[in-house]
């Protein structure tokens, strides 16, 4: 880490069993660790970034731990103490998020003072920020706060939806006419502010008032739907601030209605990562990583044009290979996975351009670049190094057609072997990053089907 600074370190303790108690507990034994993990275990692109190092302590409860994180770089955090509660074997996960500013190396530890004198493995990590600026040594942690947590209160880790029936249509955890969307209101790192849209459909004649509640909380707010609303209306539910002591990353509105109906689920990464081994959803197939993209990329491209059709009436999606590493096996999807799929995790925002400027962008810039990837609304011919065939919700694109686009603002940029978007018109910079996009899909359209790869033609 010579020469780079690491900074801001968040530490979060999460309970996978057992309650916070007062009073003094008798020494319990044994004491045994589970297995130390990063996420991401290693990280190439944007900087500053956020690595979550994280290991389980199994413990006959009642018992008192008593313990502090390590580092490599020698520094120690401030020593902590949890009562665990209850009886019987207990597992409480512990784990610290750690602030990035450059390239680095290392690892932490849970050093374990009480009931025993015990060390975890270590959880090791490395960093490789792309154009970032050499900075001078200093402290390299520093910011430390904590929080505790329990599965099933409003600060447990994001549950995901329920998987979604047998039959052809997606998503059939969630009832039809109750959407919810994400509009950030601040810069994409933490701390953020951003705000919960609601979106009802098939909604039946003449004024009515809507009870809802973000799951997790206990007050019910009202919404007050006008007579004359066609069928369809939407407002802002909620204004959220997270920083880095929220213990939330995921948002789900609930309805005071029969059948207990809930919306979409909404997440964001950047003041709390996930646990890397919790299932955001399910994968029908294998959905592959080609060398120009394939399918990975269509369900990257769709997830992405779904975070923010919503609030900013984006009509398609464009993602490029860079930095995509893998794609996804049949089966369950942990968390991690979306981290080994796209590190990076960069803001999606969206931008406006004529279909003559669009044909121009969609020609690599580098053959090893491979071809943008759009969403299912879009497809495109590659001839010769020109765009001969394009065409939106099957229609041609005109020269003149302006078409809303959705994409990651370093691809935008012109930094991932593409044109540069110049010329084009910004629409909002207001969208989650694309993991969460991502996440927020999978979830919702469990299990996830797998794209066939054919919305790009290269001749």
């Known amino acids: 880490m010579a020469g780079r600074r690491i900074g ?15 009073g003094a507990q008798a020494a319990p034994h044994p004491v045994s660790f589970g297995t130390a993990s990063a996420l991401p275990k290693t990280h190439t692109g944007e900087c500053p970034t956020t690595v979550t190092l994280a290991t389980t302590v199994r413990v006959k409860a009642p018992a008192t731990l008593k313990y502090a994180w390590t580092f490599s770089d020698g520094d120690t955090g401030r020593a902590r103490t949890y009562k665990v509660g209850g009886k019987g074997l207990k597992t409480v996960r512990l784990s610290t998020s750690v602030k990035v500013d450059g390239d680095a190396r290392g690892w932490g530890a849970v050093r374990l003072a009480s009931p025993v004198r015990k060390t975890s493995g270590r959880a090791s990590f490395a960093v490789t920020c792309t154009g970032a600026d050499e900075v001078g040594a200093g402290d390299v942690w520093d910011s430390v706060v904590t929080t505790v947590e329990t599965p099933g209160e409003p600060g447990d880790q994001a549950t995901p939806p329920p998987p979604a029936q047998s039959g052809d249509t997606p998503g059939q955890h969630r009832e ?5 969307a994400f509009e950030r209101t601040t810069a994409v790192k933490c701390p ?9 459909e098939d909604l039946p004649e003449g004024a009515q008032t809507v009870r809802y509640r973000r799951v997790g909380t206990e007050e019910w707010k009202t919404v ?26 995921s948002v789900r509105i609930e309805f005071d209605q ?12 950047a003041c709390r990562p996930p646990s890397g081994e919790a299932i ?12 120009t993209g394939g399918p990975i990329a269509e369900l990257v491209a769709d997830a992405m044009l779904e975070s923010v059709r919503r ?34 995790g960069f803001a999606v925002d969206v931008r406006s351009m004529t279909g003559a400027q669009l044909k121009k962008i969609l020609v690599p810039s580098s053959p090893s670049a491979g071809v ?50 110049t010329g084009s018109t910004r629409v909002a910079t207001s969208g989650p990053d694309d993991k969460a996009a991502l996440a927020a899909y999978i979830a919702d359209h469990s299990p996830v089907r797998v794209p066939k790869g054919d919305r790009v033609t290269v001749r």
């Open 176 to 180: 039809r006419g109750a959407t919810i």
């Open 224 to 249: 007050n739907v006008p007579a004359g609303h066609g069928g369809a209306y939407s407002t802002v539910l909620e204004t959220l601030a997270w920083d880095w002591e929220t213990a939330e990353n």
């Open 258 to 269: 029969p059948g207990g109906r809930r919306s979409n689920v909404l997440y964001y990464f």
């Open 8 to 22: 801001g370190l968040v530490a979060v303790v999460a309970l996978a069993s057992g309650t916070l108690v007062s």
């Open 280 to 291: 955001v959803g399910e994968a029908a197939g294998d959905i592959a990583r080609t060398g």
């Open 372 to 421: 943008l990837t759009p969403s299912a609304s879009l497809r495109y011919t590659l001839t010769g190094g020109a765009v001969t065939e394009l065409t939106l919700n099957g229609k041609p694109v005109s020269d003149t057609q302006v078409v809303k686009i959705a994409a990651n603002y370093h691809l935008m940029g012109g930094w991932q072997g593409f044109p540069q978007w």
């Open 192 to 200: 953020v502010t951003f705000k919960v849209h609601g979106y009802f």
């Open 311 to 344: 609030v900013t009436g984006a009509e398609t999606a464009l993602v490029s290979i860079y930095g995509m590493r893998q794609g996804l096996k049949k089966g369950p999807i942990p968390f991690i996975d979306l981290w080994h799929i796209q590190p990076a």
